[in-house]
């Protein structure tokens, strides 16, 4: 593992930022190849996404911080540490998706229309940053004697729980999730095929997510909060709930298209 990839005159460059920022700046040029063949303006996009990287970081950080006050309550000043790890992506998801909407409602663009454009370049972020995740050593698996499993000599996270875990093989959870994040993203291109309406994307992006988010947790060895003890994640509850509203969404405005094309 290399939690720091370089250091230059004394200060080390974390891993796990650079690769932040790499996924950041690659979802950003798809967002912009995308907006200009929907004839949105660059400028509109550029301004949005200083706020989304701003809002999603942010939102990220806090609801990892949420999950895991336990740990943070007794140590504050680690609460700064993000280069360390630690961000979840439902808490960036939620407050890049609250902002991007306030954005483009004040700029009076069309929401659904970037929703689309948006959503897919979030997998290409999930797909680099999870990288980070894996240098960093946060975002473990649980222990597994399958041949891909790998030690990690450095991991992040509650000090109780890394210490059974240093030097033994685990899931590579991180690989897992950014494998997954890649296959949907080339899905959704395909889908861009047969799109049937504004939101179509979004919809399909966050229903595979969610069912992929869902199976990978299972094999997650961190702790990272319960809403039912070693049964139901904090993140695995998400997955449910965006999977059932963007499914039923998704059955409902077919539903309705379908019943209106008959008339």
């Known amino acids: ?6 250091t230059l005159f004394g200060i080390p460059f974390y891993t ?54 336990d740990y943070y309550k007794t140590r504050p000043l680690n609460i700064l540490k993000i280069w360390e790890g ?10 890049a ?4 909407m306030l ?21 290409l972020g999930e797909t680099i940053g999870r990288w980070g995740c894996f240098f960093a050593g946060c975002c473990y698996g649980k222990p597994t004697s399958l041949t891909w499993g790998i030690e990690m000599p450095n991991l992040v996270g509650k000090p109780w729980v ?39 994307l979004t919809l399909w992006t966050f229903i595979l997510y969610s069912l992929s988010r869902f199976i990978i947790e299972f094999f997650r060895g961190d702790e990272r909060g319960w809403i039912i003890e070693n049964y139901l994640s904090t993140s695995q509850f998400i997955s449910a709930l965006v999977f059932g509203v963007c499914l039923t969404i ?6 309705k298209n379908k019943s209106t094309s008959k008339k």
């Open 162 to 200: 890394i210490k059974g875990l240093l030097g033994v093989t685990l899931h590579p959870t991180q690989i897992y999730s950014s494998v997954a994040a890649l296959l949907i993203f080339i899905v959704i291109q395909l889908l861009k095929k047969k799109k049937h309406f504004e939101g179509y």
């Open 103 to 123: 954005y483009l409602k004040f700029k009076k663009q069309p929401v659904l229309t970037v929703a689309d454009i948006l959503a897919p370049a979030l997998l």
């Open 1 to 6: 593992m290399h939690p720091v990839i370089f």
């Open 97 to 100: 998706a609250t902002t991007a």
């Open 16 to 69: 796990y930022g650079l690769t932040t920022a790499l996924g950041f700046g690659i979802a950003l040029a798809y967002i912009l190849l995308e907006a200009k063949q929907k004839q949105i303006k660059s400028e509109i996009i550029l301004d949005m996404a200083f706020w989304l990287i701003i809002a999603s970081i942010a939102g990220a950080r806090i609801l990892f911080i949420i999950v895991e006050w």
């Open 250 to 255: 998704l059955l409902l405005v077919n539903k």
């Open 86 to 95: 630690g961000l979840v992506f439902y808490g960036g998801i939620i407050a």
